[in-house]
């Protein structure tokens, strides 16, 4: 079961608790995509929440990452930011 600690994160108080919501359930699903299923996933996520009217502010989404990272190995880290790359460039 994966820590879902960093929702409680001070940091994290500005943001929507749907945001943060909807964020927990991508990471959980992510975790079992290779790096080859993860770009369709991400591109059909960031559709799905456009047509919800959901969107992450640049410094909403920067603070989400930080606060994730914690804790995390490098590894997961380079991961982490493999996607946020990859989020950039579909903004």
Known sequence: MEDNSWMNHP???GIDKT?????????EQSQSKSQKE???FLL???SQSKSKGV???SDEVDTII???KEGKSKEEIAR??????MMKMMQ
Not at 19 to 27: G, P, S
């Open 80 to 85: 982490m930011e493999k996607v946020r790359n």
């Open 38 to 40: 993860l770009l369709p």
């Open 55 to 57: 969107k992450f502010t």
């Open 66 to 68: 930080n606060v994730m």
């Open 44 to 46: 059909a996520a960031a």
């Open 11 to 13: 940091n994290l108080k």
């Open 19 to 27: 945001k943060l919501q909807m964020l927990l359930a991508l990471t």
